[in-house]
């Protein structure tokens, strides 16, 4: 049975990206950060082609599907995704995240994901307008905008931002929509108040938790932290 019941309440989902943990020593890890009180898992995976980096594949979405009952948030960072949907599912993807930049039939490419018995992610590129979401936001469960240009974990925040994931969750608001709103790039103990104070519950973090001195002490402040926002 999968467990992918994550949608929209007052909770924040602390989903560590393993774009940034210890290869050596994965399982571990996420265990780990499952242990501590993480919610999801985040998965990048990256083709050297969209993005100017290779990660995963659904080798590793298997793998780890085997060691963590958290669902696995995973972000297709890769061009026609659409080739490799029901690939994604059999391996254990529970949300599945495409960006918007690489679907010229973005609408197909939705449904398919959620025939699949998947929830529906899209991503956006910090470039990448709002507006072209318009005839899409009701085929839509989680919306990450990207607050780094994606392709290598450690990179600055893009204060620029702030002012689009305000403008994404005051549609989400006004519209009613059942959507999680998430951001990955550059989330820190500096960055979450910015981000959560415009309308975030869902947050990918990198390097903060996985390049800490103490995984575990960390997923715990950083969820005391969003208590107090």
Known sequence: MRKVEIMRDNK???AP?????????????????EEAGADAIHIDVMDGHFVPNITFGPDIVAALKKVTSLPLDVHLMIDNPERYLAIYAKAGADYLTVHLETCPHIQRVLEEIRE??????????????LTLLEEIWPYIDLLLIMTVNPGFGGQKFIKSMLNKIAKANQII???????RLSVDGGINQETIP??????????????YIFKSQDITQT?????????KI
């Open 12 to 14: 924040v989902v602390i």
């Open 17 to 33: 990206s393993i774009l940034s943990a210890n290869f050596a020593c994965l399982g571990e890890q996420v265990k780990l950060a």
């Open 116 to 129: 699949l018995k998947m929830k529906v992610g899209i991503s956006l590129n910090p470039g990448t307008s």
């Open 173 to 179: 608001q006004e519209r009613k929509l059942n959507i």
């Open 194 to 207: 910015w981000v959560l104070e415009r309308g975030v519950d869902w947050l990918v973090i990198g390097s």
């Open 219 to 227: 997923i715990k402040e950083i969820k005391k932290q969003c208590l």
